[in-house]
């Protein structure tokens, strides 16, 4: 019973962690080729952007997904984009359990 409990957690811990590394990759890609649209401002940065954002659409939480959306959304709207960053920051910390200080 003991050998069951053990093998169980181990897998457990072992999709955790892939989970994890799955967002946390789609996070990072997701930046950078939002700061790559922002700075190229070209049709294959923003397909890119639009490429990442579908990765955290499958596997980031509702939070994120909502936060991003309003990246895309606020695009002409200055403090609506200024917002919209703090919550994708607070809402991307949450789903990866950082903690800022």
Known sequence: MTAFVQSWLSARSKVKERSFKERKEAYIGLLEAYHRAAV??????????????????????????????EIVASNADRKGRSRAHEKLKISIRRDLGVVAK
């Open 40 to 69: 190229e401002g070209t049709d294959e940065a923003s397909k890119n952007f639009a490429y990442w954002q579908m990765r955290c659409e499958i596997v980031g939480p509702q939070s994120v997904r909502k936060a991003i959306d």
